[in-house]
């Protein structure tokens, strides 16, 4: 079975554009995350989806929005970047249900440099 | 809020030798705790999981035991390999209807053969 895909694996952008990151997740799973990793750090968590609903939102700007799709793919966007959002960008995917606790499943990453 | 705080890096043992990696946590409530490991260049893999108090993760000969009265969860392997060399994030969630992933600063291990 295919893991996490994440796409595209590598951008570069300058400051002051957009960005669109695109998550696949595991089949069946309805549960979708996103973090930032900076080099050096923990990942943090930037948002979570389950059934197409914001489940939560971690500490980062308006800048950064997503949503998730009827086949339970994701999108995160970042407008206005800045040099600070150079990052590793994971998505993570769960089989959890409101009633359980599953652990997350990551892709391999995007790797996004702003020059 | 909660928090996780694991020992700095980095590491170095040779081959054979035994690993501990320490990691502490801070939440409300009975979080999960859960072990990741970061090869180079790629995500996060689940190495093991504890769900409840005296719970023991295992997984390619690591484990980790949930502590809830030190408020706990140390990484031990009893003889380390060359391909363990990795980046390892201690990480917990919580109960109820968050289940993000809060995550400890992570250990670069290195081993020597």
């Known amino acids: 079975d295919a893991g996490v895909t994440q796409s595209p694996t590598h951008l570069i952008k300058t400051r002051g554009q957009q960005v669109t990151l695109r998550c696949s997740p595991i089949?069946?799973?309805?549960?979708v995350s996103w973090y930032q990793q900076v080099l050096g750090q923990g990942p943090q968590f930037i948002f979570q989806y389950y059934e197409k609903e914001e489940r939560g939102r971690g500490n980062f700007p308006d800048r950064f929005s997503a949503r998730q799709f009827p086949n339970y793919s994701s999108e995160l966007n970042v407008n206005a970047l800045l040099l600070g959002d150079s990052a590793l960008y994971l998505c993570?995917?769960?089989?959890?249900?409101?009633?359980?606790?599953?652990?997350?499943?990551f892709g391999d990453g995007t790797r996004l440099s702003i020059l | 809020g909660n928090s996780v705080t694991q020992m700095e890096g980095p590491v170095t043992l040779s081959e054979e030798a035994f690993l501990t990696i320490n990691c502490t946590y801070t939440?409300?409530?009975?979080?999960?705790l859960f072990w990741y490991v970061q090869y180079p260049g790629e995500g996060l893999q689940l190495l093991l999981k504890?769900?409840?108090?005296?719970d023991k993760g295992s997984n390619k000969g690591f484990e980790a035991t949930y502590r809830k009265e030190t408020t706990s969860f140390h990484l031990e392997k009893g003889s380390v390999q060359v391909s363990d060399s990795a980046v390892y994030f201690c990480?917990?969630?919580?109960?109820?209807?968050?289940?993000?992933?809060?995550f400890g600063k992570g250990t670069l291990l290195t081993v020597n053969p």
């Open positions: 089949s069946g799973h309805k549960s």
């Open positions: 993570a995917s769960s089989s959890e249900t409101v009633y359980s606790n599953q652990p997350q499943h």
């Open positions: 990480a917990l969630s919580g109960r109820g209807s968050n289940y993000k992933l809060t």
């Open positions: 504890a769900t409840k108090a005296d």
């Open positions: 939440a409300t409530g009975y979080p999960s």
